[in-house]
């Protein structure tokens, strides 16, 4: 297994590669997003990337949003400092596997690594007419052609087809999609369907309805 280390602490960098290296995996350290981005632009594909938050340049937040709107469906597991439930819960809504607070074991890394592999090769490819989800690899298929999406996109699209035709109701997409339980009075629901039916194209975009009154329903 090949595994990528994004991670500015020198220490830690060493602690990982050495202790995965003795389990029989192939590591690349780097400190900063700019050098991993170099790292997966040059290199053959990693199978997993372990990710820190905070780093100098851009954050591991930023670094794995533009990895995942660039269609790149590498697992991640995000190894921070910062534990909050709200912090734990915007990872995994970027499109994280996993999330692991500092301190850790190193059995429990080791056992995290082996759920994200063993639960991403398990996943049902979701059919929906002409349309094809692969929830393994976060790509999407529209007769038989990719559709680039971004994060949000594509968990919106996800909780769309998850809905099995339900109405969801715009405080129901903020609360799945965006983590938000309240209606803060804003359209970024609205923004993003008309996002996603324009990348749907213009022969598919009624597959997204509009129901006055309710939210929205897939069809």
């Known amino acids: 297994m090949k595994l990528l280390i ?3 602490d020198p220490k ?9 290296a003795e389990s029989g995996m192939e590591c ?15 290199s053959t594909p990693f199978d997993i990337i ?30 921070s400092a910062r534990g909050s439930v709200e912090e734990r819960v915007k990872g995994l809504k970027l499109g994280a596997d996993d999330y692991i607070v500092k301190p850790f074991a190193f059995e429990e890394l080791l056992a995290r690594i082996d759920a994200v592999i063993r639960r991403r090769e398990s996943l049902p490819v979701l059919r929906v007419g002409p349309l094809e989800i692969d929830p393994a690899h976060r ?19 996800l909780a769309f087809v998850e809905a099995k035709g339900k ?13 938000i339980d309240f209606d803060p009075e804003t359209n970024v629901v609205d923004v993003h369907v008309a996002r996603l039916r324009r990348k749907l194209g213009r022969d598919h975009k009624n597959m997204i309805q509009t129901i006055k009154g309710e939210g929205y329903q897939f069809e």
Do not use: C
């Not at 780093?55 to 930023?62: N, Q």
């Open 6 to 8: 994004v991670d500015d």
């Open 167 to 179: 109405v969801m109701t715009r405080v129901e997409l903020l609360s799945k999609v965006w983590d």
């Open 139 to 157: 790509r999407v298929q529209l007769a038989g052609n990719p559709v680039d999406l971004s994060p949000r996109e594509y968990a919106l699209l």
């Open 50 to 79: 372990l990710l820190d938050v905070m780093m100098s340049g851009r954050s591991g937040w930023e670094f794995l949003e533009e990895l995942r709107g660039r269609g790149d469906s590498t697992p991640t597991i995000f190894i």
């Open 12 to 20: 830690l960098q060493a602690y990982l590669s050495t202790g995965l």
């Open 28 to 42: 690349t350290t780097v400190g900063s997003a700019e050098d991993a981005a170099r790292e997966i632009a040059t």
